[in-house]
Structure formats: structure tokens, C-alpha cells
């Protein structure tokens, strides 16, 4: 998703055009409240109110009566096609796309992003939609373009649930049911990715799994998320000092060792299984010693003999057999009867 946005004009260039018409407060109000000079610090209303002993509404007043009598001018209008030239690189890019992300495509100079963001607020063709709780700062240049892929974007997150996440291709997937009448130029990978990316409340964590940005499953927050992420990528059980290496590779976050033990240890969504082995309790294992797992097995089984029991045990917990006999000899818990089976106490 680095593609640049080549254009043929240089909108520093364009940007000094646009700006002579205007008077010399006029484009200084401009320059500063988007970083248009030498410093690419954007001041605010109050600051440049201060500077000329004015209200920051008439500030407001100046920045808005000067937008206006650029697009009026005949400058403007010479210049459209410039602006023609944008729309279409934009429509190329999915017509709808997070500021950020348009932004970082046309130039990975700040400076030159904000001739960019003039232009933008400048041109009539393109339109800003504040962030709120459902999308980030975006900017389109078709309306009813707008409203289906913001539309699909709700409907896939009401289908994900809390903590579900799904690997990119099965979500490029999912949203493609979603927009099937949409133009077949839009139906591309780094397309959907962008569009993806406009919501708030859908997510990537760094392994590249997507799901509700909500969800500590995408927002990883501590030790104990990231080695969840961990454990649930590598998909069967892993010795703790290996978890510790892999969040330090895809997070990277330094974690000891020792600490990565004792916070596996006391989150419910971990299982020892072994001699430092864990495993995820939504796979299923049963939790607790040995014993315990054997307990669990014969209230769930009822009386077992003794290899059924090993078999079990063994698809539990990664442990020698003479370990499990051992627990299996303890009177406290265990009892054979006549048939040579298993109760517990």
C-alpha cells in the first residue's frame, strides 16, 4: 500500500498561483493556518487572531472570504485541470480514501501534504468527511460511491463478533459480498485494503489479522494479548520461552522470559500442558495438574481402565505415562474396582 500518487503539476507551484489573487493578509491568514510557508506548522485561529489584533472569528472570516474568492477567480478556472488530474488519480485509488492514507500516497514530504490538503479544501470536486465514532478523517469524490462502501464497512462489522479475526483474504472476501454491483475496477486487493482502513471499528493487528478494532485480539494491549495473538498464530501448544522470542519478533516488544511465564500462568486463556508448553483453553484442553485432568475425564466418562485413561490424558497433556500411573495410584483421589477400573474418590 505505498503505491505514490504520480501527478504532472507540482502543487507548490499551483498553490502560489491560487494564492496571488488574494490580498496580502488574505494569503498570509491562508499560508499560516496550513502550513504553507517555509515551516510546515499549521497555527491556529487564535494565534493568527493575536498576530493582527483581531477575534478569531474574523480570522475565520478572512480564511473563508479567501477560500472563496480563489474558486471564483479566474485563476481557478485555469487551473482546473489540475484538479481534474486529481480527481481522476483519486478515483484510481478507490474514490474514497482516508486522509491519512491519500495524504502519505501523495507525498511523503509533511510540507508538500499540506499544498496537497489545499488543494484539496480548495477544489470543488472534493469533499471531507470529519472522523467520528464509524470512519476516520476521509475524502471523496463521489457521493454515492461514498455511501455504499460506507455502507458495506457497517454491514461487515456487524457480521464480525467480539473477538473474532479473520486472516485479510477472507475479509476481502466477506466485503466483496458486500458491493457485488460496484464498477470491476474497484474489486482489487490494495482498493479494499484502502477502504478498509477508513473505518474505525474494523482493525489490523500486526500479525495481519483483521476483526473488530475493539477487541484485544486486534488492539493488543499488555503481555498477556500479545502472547494470546502469539500462541493462537503458531495454532498448536508452544513452550513459553519460544512465545517470549515471537512477540519480540511481531510485536516488537521486549519480554523476558520469566515474565511472559507468569503472565501465561495467570490468564484463563492459557493451559499448561506440559513442561512449559501452553496451549489456548479455546482449543478445548482442560485445565489444572494432571490429576485434575484426570478427574475431570472420569466425571465426564464415568469408570475407564487404565490405558483408556493414559489415551485421554495424552491428548491433554504432553507428559510420560508413567506420570499419569503415578497420579492414578493416589488413594486420596483414585479407586479400582473389581473390573480393574477407575473411579474417582
Do not use: C
Not at 499540506?114 to 472522523?131: C, P, Q, S, T, W
Not at 513452550?239 to 515471537?246: G, L, T
Amino acid at each position: 500500500m505505498d503505491k505514490q500518487i504520480s501527478l504532472s503539476f507540482k502543487p507548490k507551484e499551483i498553490t502560489k498561483r491560487l494564492l496571488s489573487i488574494l490580498t496580502k493578509r488574505g494569503q498570509d491568514v491562508l499560508v499560516s493556518r496550513y502550513g504553507l510557508g517555509p515551516k510546515s506548522a499549521k497555527l491556529t485561529l487564535d494565534s493568527i487572531g493575536k498576530k493582527y489584533g483581531i477575534t478569531r472569528e474574523r480570522v475565520r472570516q478572512i480564511e473563508n472570504h479567501s477560500l472563496l474568492a480563489i474558486r471564483k477567480s479566474k485563476i481557478y478556472k485555469d487551473l482546473e485541470p489540475a484538479f481534474i488530474e486529481l480527481k481522476e488519480k483519486i478515483l484510481d485509488f478507490g474514490g474514497i480514501v482516508s486522509e491519512s492514507e491519500l495524504l502519505k500516497h501523495l507525498s511523503k514530504d509533511l510540507s508538500v501534504q499540506n499544498y496537497f490538503y489545499f488543494l484539496l479544501v480548495i477544489g470543488d470536486e472534493f469533499k471531507r468527511e470529519k472522523a467520528g465514532e464509524e470512519f476516520k478523517h476521509h475524502w471523496h469524490v463521489d457521493q454515492k460511491l461514498s455511501e455504499k462502501i460506507k455502507a458495506a464497512l457497517r454491514k461487515l462489522y456487524s457480521k464480525l463478533s467480539d473477538d473474532e479475526l479473520m486472516v485479510e483474504s477472507d475479509l476481502i472476501n466477506s466485503f466483496l459480498e458486500e458491493v457485488k454491483d460496484l464498477n470491476e475496477k474497484y474489486k482489487n486487493e490494495e482498493v479494499i485494503k484502502r477502504w478498509l482502513s477508513i473505518s474505525h471499528k474494523i482493525g489490523k493487528n500486526p500479525l495481519g489479522e483483521w476483526g473488530r478494532a475493539s477487541s484485544s485480539n486486534v488492539n493488543a494491549k499488555g503481555m498477556r494479548d500479545y502472547a494470546f495473538l502469539v500462541i493462537r498464530k503458531h495454532g498448536s501448544p508452544i513452550h513459553f520461552k519460544e512465545v517470549a522470542k515471537a512477540i519480540t519478533l511481531y510485536f516488537n516488544k521486549k519480554a523476558h522470559v520469566a515474565t511472559t511465564h507468569n503472565e501465561l500462568i495467570k490468564d484463563p486463556r492459557f493451559v499448561l500442558v506440559g513442561r512449559g508448553l501452553y496451549a489456548l483453553s479455546e482449543w478445548g484442553y482442560i485445565s489444572g495438574v494432571v490429576k485434575d485432568v484426570i478427574k475431570k475425564i472420569l466425571e465426564k466418562e464415568g469408570p475407564l481402565m487404565k490405558d483408556k485413561i493414559i489415551e485421554k490424558v495424552l491428548k491433554e497433556r504432553y507428559v510420560k505415562e508413567n506420570t499419569i500411573l503415578v497420579n492414578l495410584q493416589n488413594p486420596k483421589y483414585f479407586k479400582k474396582d473389581k473390573e480393574n477400573r477407575y473411579h474417582n474418590v
